[in-house]
């Protein structure tokens, strides 16, 4: 992935080798007008990953269970996936028996 500048008369001229570069190897590329940033281009994928990031970040009790979240791996707090499915099945047992 890399960020590759280029003005609009080359972009247009290149347009479908942009395409493919930011689909196939998550380049960038930084459009310009008479020397100055205009667009920028890049894959759909990431685009959508840019837009569920900041959706995330919006949203402060994301933003907070993430913190704790890692604030706990970083104390040691953590289990494995086993012992988590392992628990999610046993609630799930427990709530049909009632």
Do not use: C, H, W
């Not at 020397?35 to 894959?43: D, N, T, W």
């Not at 949203?59 to 628990?87: M, P, Q």
């Amino acid at each position: 992935m890399s960020v590759i500048t280029m003005p609009v008369t080359e972009a247009k001229q290149r347009f479908t080798q942009i395409v493919r570069g930011a689909e196939e190897y998550f380049d960038r590329y930084l459009v310009t007008r008479n020397g100055k940033e205009a667009a920028v281009v890049m894959s759909a994928e990431e685009y959508e990953s840019l837009l569920e990031t900041l959706d995330i970040l919006a949203n402060k009790r994301e933003v907070r269970a993430i913190a704790d979240g890692s604030a706990r791996a970083r104390r040691g707090e953590t289990i494995s996936l086993d012992k988590y499915l392992a628990r999610k099945r046993q609630r799930k047992s427990g709530k049909e028996n009632r």
